[in-house]
């Protein structure tokens, strides 16, 4: 009984720290890989513009962490079913038309067709954690970053977050 309940412990303990050890990542992460902070990267992927059909997606509730956005503009670009379920053929399609054919082949290897548990904690969505992988290449790969206006300090951050992850 004393050893189930120190098994007990020992993995509440290690799974509070998988979640410490991602919110400090986040902190430190989270203001680059939101739309907002990948247009600080001088370097353009895709557009990250707002367009009328996303408009919608931005209303629905994103707090408490919820996949509602994510499932919304994945369905929208015609990579997720009504669940959330990721679509993977359709999600390399969409990549296809990435310029960079070796970040392209990264993302796929990585995000679509790898292991994408490690991008965020168990109860997280599959959308969420590969939305979170695709942005963290992007600013891995980003050349130069702009320090202007809402952009100020984001070379600084890109900086710690790329160390974060090393």
């Not at 020992?10 to 990948?38: N, R, T, Y």
């Not at 996303?54 to 997720?80: D, H, N, Y």
């Not at 702009?146 to 952009?151: D, H, Q």
Request: with cysteine; net charge negative; proline share 4%.
């Amino acid at each position: 009984m004393y050893r189930l309940a120190l098994l007990l412990v020992l993995s509440c303990v290690l799974l509070v720290q998988a979640d410490d050890e991602w919110m400090d990542f986040m902190q430190k992460c989270g203001q680059l890989i939101h739309p907002a902070g990948i247009r600080c990267c001088k370097k353009k992927y895709v557009s990250t513009d707002l367009t009328e059909d996303l408009k919608e997606c931005m209303q629905l509730p994103g707090k408490p962490p919820s996949c509602e956005i994510e499932i919304c503009v994945a369905k929208k670009r015609g990579f997720a079913s009504d669940d959330g379920t990721i679509n993977k053929a359709a999600f390399k399609a969409l990549l296809s038309k990435m310029d960079d054919k070796d970040l392209q082949a990264s993302i796929v290897e990585d995000c679509v067709d790898g292991d994408i548990s490690e991008y965020g904690p168990d109860d997280l969505c599959d959308l969420k954690r590969l939305h979170t992988c695709v942005a963290l290449h992007l600013v891995v790969d980003c050349p130069e970053w702009s320090n202007e206006g809402a952009c100020s300090g984001s070379a600084d951050v890109a900086a710690d977050c790329i160390k974060s992850m090393q």
